[in-house]
């Protein structure tokens, strides 16, 4: 059950990547830029997990998920810290 959790949080990130980027190729909004950014990084991140829990189950790969997850949320942030002003 786990490994079907672990695909669909993949998944999903990966699509609401996408559809944030689309949006921004649409409409040059840069804050969906960002946000697409972002959700890119935890797409990424969300791969890393399933490549750390089912893939290599006996390697830690949490300081590379750890870093995936700060890359995204410090370009969100930047991102609407740069829009906002």
């Known amino acids: 059950m786990a490994e079907a959790i672990y695909l669909l949080c993949a998944f999903t990130s990966a699509a609401v ?3 944030l980027l689309r949006g921004y190729r649409a409409s040059g909004q840069r804050l969906l830029l960002w946000s ?6 935890f797409f ?3 791969g890393v ?3 750390d829990k089912l893939v ?6 949490s300081l590379p998920r750890a ?5 995204g ?3 969100l942030v930047y ?7």
Do not use: K
């Open 56 to 61: 290599f189950p006996g390697a830690d790969l």
């Open 73 to 75: 949320v410090t370009t």
């Open 67 to 71: 870093l995936l997850a700060l890359a």
């Open 79 to 85: 991102g609407l810290v740069t829009e906002s002003a």
């Open 17 to 19: 990547a996408a559809l």
């Open 44 to 46: 990424l991140n969300n």
């Open 36 to 41: 697409g950014l972002c959700f890119a990084a």
């Open 49 to 51: 997990l399933v490549l």
